[in-house]
């Protein structure tokens, strides 16, 4: 704790400096996770104490207004304490999800505009994404099963569909909380 504490006030210190410059706090959600509330201080975790520990460092450098900072989390706003997301701590708050399926479809478009499995391919993914709502597919996915597409001739929209899956479910990290 000790060595954090001198670290990240060096840091600070360091950024305060910086004019015109936009900073990404990466990968930090750590640092910001909702602290249990009626916690006494005996028990509260090394993380409670990071946590605020940081956000006054936060405030102040937003106060001076030379630095624009971007705060890039796995968690949802609403696994963040409330210190941090409250109103003046940050001026924007945005989650990105996964592409929706229309706009997985309209990515895929431009890789089978005019083909003669064009139709299949629709038919496939709307299937695909009526039946796993949950499942996140990205571009990157969608970039490898275009890839794949060539070894598919017209109808078999069955065997696209397992491609996807499987593609899906080799390429994607693993779920954060474990059954899911």
Same mark, same amino acid.
């Given at each position: 704790? #000790? ?6 006030? #060096? ?8 004019? =015109? *410059? *936009? ?12 602290? !249990? ?19 006054? %460092? ?11 900072? *971007? ?25 990105? =999800? ?17 083909? !003669? &499995?064009?139709? /299949?391919? &629709?038919?496939?993914?709307? #299937? +695909? ?9 990205? +571009?990157?996915?969608? /970039? ?7 070894? +598919? ?8 569909? =397992? %491609?996807?899956?499987?593609? *899906? =479910? ?11």
């Amino acid at each position: 704790m #000790e060595g954090f504490e001198a670290s990240a006030a #060096e840091i600070f210190e360091d950024l305060s400096r910086l004019r =015109r *410059v *936009v900073l990404l706090f990466d990968e930090c959600e750590d640092f910001f996770k909702k602290r !249990p509330k009626n916690q006494d201080v005996g028990s509260r975790t090394i993380g409670a104490f990071i946590t605020a520990g940081m956000l006054p %460092r936060l405030q102040a450098l937003r106060e001076k207004r030379w630095v624009i900072f *971007v705060l890039s989390t796995n968690s949802q706003l609403s696994e963040l304490d409330d210190a941090v997301t409250r109103l003046g701590r940050f001026d924007w708050a945005h989650e990105m =999800r996964h592409p929706s399926p229309a706009a997985r479809i309209r990515y895929l478009k431009q890789y089978i505009a005019g083909s !003669p &499995i064009e139709q /299949d391919v &629709i038919k496939a993914f709307s #299937e +695909f994404f009526a039946a796993n709502t949950d499942t996140a597919v990205s +571009f990157a996915h969608l /970039d490898e099963f275009a890839n794949a597409m060539a070894q +598919f001739a017209a109808g078999q929209v069955e065997e696209m569909l =397992r %491609r996807l899956g499987q593609i *899906v =479910r080799e390429q994607s990290p693993p779920p954060l909380v474990p059954g899911l």
